[in-house]
């Protein structure tokens, strides 16, 4: 008899990969599950995928005339990330990514440029191997009684891989529990594109999980994005985003003038008085009485010019009832280059579900 081992949980970049046969145009029923499709092959989901990134179908494209590359990514909790693409036209070939509507940014964000030869025959490498490389059989080991174990994993993170030319196109679902050479292709493929976006590459890596998630959050920089990407990076130093931290490091990151409007308290004006604020507020979190956990997100930044950003986020208080206070903050950079904080506004926090 065999047993099952449960609890290998396998988070993104396992190597990976779910595959399938060629598939017609909209499906690929080959991928199964258990005996059943995988849902993310339905063309419902297709056609979710097309209307979510305001992107042609793969029937469409293969009726173009162009040849092209594309990576759906989705996470372990089935959130979209960024759609990366590849399309080669006679006039000329462009590489981009689209930020799905509805996530943490304010809208859809399409970026592009345009793809050299060289690049070119690094994405086709990728995407051939994602599409060709072999499914790895059912990870077994045997246990001290010498039985079989399953090894099984779950929140795997999926890639919808499609391929199409005049005429022909191709669809195929990888995964990150497979520990093969499909999914990692597919995800250098993401990293191969986002390495051609300065202000993407600008982002500070260990501030994400990981390429796609810096990727998804390089959809918020605007105007002078790549003093925005500068900003961003200040601003989710631990001062600001771990409360412990605060006492520490938050005035080094402030205008000798800085000013903070806080909810339900007085204005606070010059460094110390805001550094004070923010770090009352923070050794609040976990007190008896008061909010056990906060989180700090920034949502978007958009650089009026080389030395002037504009942040805007939110802070969240989780307790039996979750509160949540969008802010706005206004940054600038002094004489020796080093970006500080001038304004930081709050709105009255408000109960989210």
């Avoid at 199409?164 to 995800?187: I, K, L, M, N, Q």
């Amino acid at each position: 008899m065999r047993s099952i081992a449960l609890g290998l949980i396998c988070f993104l970049f396992c190597t990976v990969a779910y595959a399938a046969e060629p598939a017609s145009p909209g499906r690929c029923d080959e991928d199964e599950l258990d005996g059943e499709p995988l849902e993310v092959c339905s063309p419902a989901r297709a056609a979710y995928r097309t209307a979510l990134y305001d992107t042609d179908s793969l029937e469409s494209l293969r009726a173009s005339g162009t040849e092209g590359w594309r990576v759906f990514f989705t996470d372990g909790y089935d959130r979209d990330y960024p759609l990366v693409e590849a399309v080669l036209t006679p006039k000329g070939s462009v590489v981009g990514w689209t930020v799905p509507y509805g996530s943490i940014v304010p809208s859809r964000t399409k970026r592009s440029v345009k793809l050299d030869p060289e690049t070119t025959e690094v994405l086709r490498r990728r995407v051939r191997l994602a599409m060709n490389a072999p499914k790895n059989p059912p990870r077994i080991r045997r246990g001290p009684d010498g039985e079989e174990e399953y090894l099984i994993c779950g929140h795997s993170w999926k890639a919808v891989v499609e391929t199409w030319s005049p005429g022909e196109s191709r669809r195929r679902v990888v995964d990150t529990c497979d520990h093969d050479a499909a999914y990692d292709a597919a995800f250098g493929f993401g990293s191969d594109v986002v390495s051609l976006f300065p202000e993407c590459m600008a982002l500070k890596p260990e501030n994400y999980r990981n390429v796609l998630q810096a990727l998804f959050h390089c959809g918020q920089l605007t105007g002078e994005r790549m003093a925005a990407a500068s900003v961003v990076n200040a601003a989710r130093a631990p001062a600001f985003s771990e409360p412990e931290a605060a006492a520490a490091s938050i005035t080094e990151h402030l205008e000798a003038r800085a000013r903070i409007s806080w909810p339900g308290r007085p204005s606070a004006e010059g460094a110390e008085a805001v550094a004070k604020l923010w770090v009352e507020q923070a050794d609040l979190i976990g007190a008896p009485g008061r909010p056990r956990r906060a989180e700090y997100s920034v949502w978007s930044a958009h650089g009026h010019d080389a030395a002037h950003v504009t942040l805007r986020g939110a802070y969240w208080l989780y307790d039996q009832q979750d509160h949540m206070a969008e802010f706005r903050q206004e940054w600038r950079r002094d004489a020796r280059g080093r970006w500080r904080l001038r304004s930081w506004t709050f709105e009255p926090f408000v109960a989210v579900d």
